[in-house]
Structure formats: structure tokens, C-alpha cells
């Protein structure tokens, strides 16, 4: 994977037995879980306190390309990239891979558009967050 923008957080992760189906690697939803618990994680990292109250950021677009088995047990890592910054929306990057050896079992994307709540529409992109992203569209 070409890096598509600006790496921002890595998290570590392990592998539940209860994440396996019934062909004996990790069930495809477990790639997802994995890259939001590591956009959750990252967000809250930032300390985002000037923020409008009932704003905040919902996923529209989500997708993934599986690499390579994932079996248990398994310590991974999450890289998370920020790509192009909209006026409301930021795209982020996520590559799974083995924390020991490195090898690459998936990669993802997540498209957070900033959305007020009360309005349930779109709402301008938190300048801080636009502080991380590789350009703005």
C-alpha cells in the first residue's frame, strides 16, 4: 500500500478466539471493528474541547481488502493515515498488520463526514482535524 497520507496513530490489538467463524480465521467484520476501534481510539486522543456541542463524526463510505488470513491467536497493529481533508469530510486509511513480523493481513477506508446532530446535516470540518490530513480537496 502506498502510504495515502499521514500516518496518526497506531494501535495494538489481540485477536479473540470469539472473533473466528466456522472456516477458522477471523470473520470479515472483525477487519471493521478493528479499524474503527482504532478511529475511535485516535479521535479521542485529540483533545477536541472547541467543539460545537451535538457535532460530531459519522462514517458514509467503509471498505476493506482482505491480504491474508487472520487466524488466533494474533497480535496485530492498526495504522491509521489521514488522507484529503473537504470542507466537511476527511478520508482515513487503516492497515492491519502482524505487530511482530509486520506482514499485512488487510487495508481499509473510512470516509468521516463532521455532522451536526440537530440539523442532521453536514456541518464544516474541525480545523484540528484538518490539521492532520495529507491535503484538502
Known amino acids: 500500500m ?18 473466528m467463524d466456522a472456516y477458522g480465521h477471523a470473520n470479515n467484520t ?3 471493528r478493528f479499524f474503527e476501534e482504532a478511529r475511535i481510539t485516535w479521535l479521542g486522543s485529540i483533545s ?20 491474508r488470513e ?5 497480535a496485530v497493529t492498526v495504522k491509521t493515515y489521514a488522507g484529503k481533508a473537504g470542507n466537511t469530510s ?18 481499509g477506508y473510512a470516509k468521516i463526514v463532521w455532522f ?6 453536514s456541518a464544516p470540518l474541525p480545523d484540528k482535524l484538518r490539521s492532520y490530513a495529507a491535503s484538502s480537496a
Open 2 to 19: 502506498s502510504e495515502p497520507g499521514n500516518l496518526v496513530h497506531s494501535l495494538d490489538l489481540s485477536l479473540r478466539w470469539g472473533d
Open 30 to 32: 472483525v477487519y471493521f
Open 48 to 67: 477536541m474541547r472547541d467543539l460545537p456541542d451535538g457535532t460530531g463524526p459519522v462514517i458514509i463510505k467503509t471498505s476493506a481488502t482482505f491480504l
Open 70 to 74: 487472520l487466524t488466533y491467536p494474533a
Open 90 to 107: 476527511l478520508e482515513t486509511w487503516y492497515e492491519l498488520v502482524d505487530s511482530e513480523s509486520g506482514e499485512r493481513y488487510s487495508e
Open 116 to 121: 451536526d446532530h440537530s440539523t442532521r446535516r
